[in-house]
């Protein structure tokens, strides 16, 4: 625990337990499975859990959740368009998913879940680098045609990356990847048979207003140094 060996007579064998009561079990298992290899001893960091709370969970998926609800409701009353353009973006960002998938499940397979949880984040960056280079909020500006084709395909990738994260994320955060598929219009996960391959299922869906699944959480002090 914060580098130090956790022990009953040190009193910090079992405060780790209290970020899941105070943060929610999903990103204590999340945090638990991103940093932890299976078989092997792991040091429980505050430092890193609130890091990997605030950049992974709530600033990389999050924020990118957020966005596409504002972006849809703002331009498409709330309903997720049908894709329109199929450019380079759109098409290097379906290879890595199906670059994603294999790698994912192979880890989980040998349960290398540290591993399978690099390999979605990766993918999870990957959909945050994409929105900023479409540039949706510049998009619903033009007048052009050829870029409202944009900013449907845009809205509409982004739906589906985010389905197929949920969808897959399901077994590491249960709750919270229900959540979030409701929060798209999509119903929660029950199996990973014939959804973990792109599609365009979130097309026509009705996606909430807003859907914070991280509230903010304030930095916990350094540990003493002893």
Known sequence: MNGAKASKSDGNATDSLSFAHKFGTDAFRYYLCREMVVGEDADFSSLN??????????????????????????????????????????????????????????????????????????????????IEARAPWKLAKSADTADRARLDSCLAHVAEGL???????????????????VNIGLPPAVSFDSVRSWSTLPTGAKVAEKCILFPPMEEPEAPAQT
């Open 163 to 181: 389905r197929l994260v949920a969808t897959v994320l399901t077994p590491v955060m249960p709750t919270t990847c229900a959540q979030l598929l």
């Open 49 to 130: 859990f609130a890091q990997r709370y605030k950049a992974d969970l709530g600033h990389n998926l999050g924020n990118l959740v957020n966005r596409l609800l504002n972006m849809v409701g703002r331009n498409y009353e709330g309903t997720v368009p049908a894709p329109g353009a199929d450019e380079e973006l759109e098409q290097n960002l379906r290879k890595l998913w199906a670059e994603t998938e294999r790698k994912f499940f192979a880890y989980f397979a040998e349960v290398q879940l540290s591993h399978a949880l690099e390999s979605l984040w990766v993918f999870v960056s990957a959909m945050n680098a994409y």
